[in-house]
DNA sequence: AGAATAGTGTCTGTTAGACAGTATCGC
DNA sequence: GCGATACTGTCTAACAGACACTATTCT
């Protein structure tokens, strides 16, 4: 599909054409960094409560690796790995996410790529670019291989803390802002890794900077907490305008189920009339309904194709 | 800021700690592809119009380089250029702008990043972290310098057409979108780039994938073609819930000039009073008037911080 | 009847879109 | 007064947020 310049005759300043210029072209003429991709898989996952008669909750979890060797051995981080020369960069995240944790035939995204830092990798200079995944739970089998000694799913608790530096006002031209997150990672077997991450945002006029600390010596391998953070936001927000949650559920759910999942992804309640009459143009009643609950059974609706849903 | 695993003494299945690893390590062990950051620099061109008392026209420009050497050489590209070790991805963006094209101080924005076909350079396989750049007119003075042979401003003219391929239909799961875009890139002293884009959107569920291809084969170097349309639609997408838009505007500007630049982000007409009320927010009187019109002078504004602006 | 969730109705205030209409300058 | 743009008022329909209320199941 490369499109060529149609004048291959023209030389260059060294009197070369392009075909004798790429002969005497030393592709490692300069060192080149690693890129990696790094992919932050999410699934929801239904915890049982104890009361029979309440309804399930929901949990946002993030797919983990326990890393085989060096460096951060022993710490878990986000699947994901080195580029080979002869795959794109999509077909990238999807092998390593089948080589390390078995996971196939999911929504993959890319979000952004990272690479400020030029020691986020102690063995090289790195480059990733990172993806987002979403699969329903139950879907896919969860497999440990290759680089990572064991994987697991981590249910993501966080609660934000906002800070105002400079109190509004017509004076200061400059603004701070600082959010700090607090994480707790639990797995299924209760696992637990903690963490905190300070977002320092700087709004001089109307350009927007951040920065990103995390405040934790504990946590996840490299820079892997940044990228997780990334996702969080960049589901949340796409929560908003997009139908990109329905990857994330069965092909059957009730709006109950549906309003607990973006519950969890927005990071907050919601009312259920509002709820309903929003997303109602999303989704379609399948005319069956829930079986041996203890108390009135909901309708289970399924996803419904829509032109608007989109933008 | 590298965290390190805090256990330097543990051990990896050769036996091997930390240390002892990093230093038997070949970071070349592999080979790698090269990473090159390239930039989509914006402006907004006052265009004189022939009858004095009528208002100037806006246009967006984008700034592109001729390219001094194999392969695309004589055509036009974005300015950009190959990450060095020592510099983070922005600070490589910034770089390659001030060399290439003098440019400096500028809002700039990673976009997204390319790599999906293995040949988009016929040299060797390139990763292109795309950025996008912002910046008033006149406050820079573009000048061509290292692998650039000339630079320019072109005016971006767009034309899109809608096709749906599959009609609404609640019986299809899957639901086909083409758009084709036409571009004419025209400098200030009338030198012309054409080419069209052929966009298709495949929605499956709750998913969408996009496929672009050229339609032509004249036009930008490499995919450059494909990284403009992305900034054109993010910043179009951004300008309808950031104040990124004032990144382009001088000190001072009329309302007038405003809705011009969002009508020429946005491709589209705008009803002023509408207009006036969404961004009134954001703007501030400074208490002067336009001079020497032969109209109703207007009021000038200027940006006006606030919380809100952003989200 | 009571526990628990499913699901609906409605009020309020805000916003988007469309368009008509008034204001003000130079000539 | 005319040409041209600056700026304002207002109607309507849609939508978001908050909350009260009804419906249905099993025990």
Redesign the interface.
Known sequence: ???????VT?R??KG?T?ET??KS?D?DR??????TTDIVVFTIQNKEVGNRRMRNQKELQVLLVKR????????WALPGG??????????SAKRELQEETNVQDV?LE?L??F??????D????V?S?AYMALIGKGKQRIVASDDAEDAKWFSIKRKENWRRLDE?S?R??V?RLEKSTTYELISDDGEMIAFELLKKIE?R????EKEI??LS?E?L???HHEILDYALERIASKAEY??????LMPERFTLSDLQQVYEVILNQPLYAANFRRKIAHMV?ETGSYEENTQRRPARYYK???N?NS?E
Not at 30 to 35: A, N
Not at 68 to 75: F, K, M, V
Not at 115 to 120: I, K, M, N, S, V
Not at 242 to 247: G, S
């Open positions: 599909m490369a499109k060529q310049n149609k004048d023209r260059n300043s070369q392009l210029f790429l072209y592709p300069y060192p080149k960094p690693s890129v085989r060797d060096h460096p951060y051995i022993g710490q080195f580029l080979e020369m002869n795959e794109g960069l999509l077909e929504y890319q952004y790529t690479g400020e830092a030029l020691d986020r102690p063995r090289m200079r480059i670019v509004t017509d200061f031209e603004q709004r006029g109307a350009t927007q600390t995390s010596e946590g391998a490299f820079d997009t139908p990109i949650v329905f990857n379609e996803y419904k194709f032109w989109w």
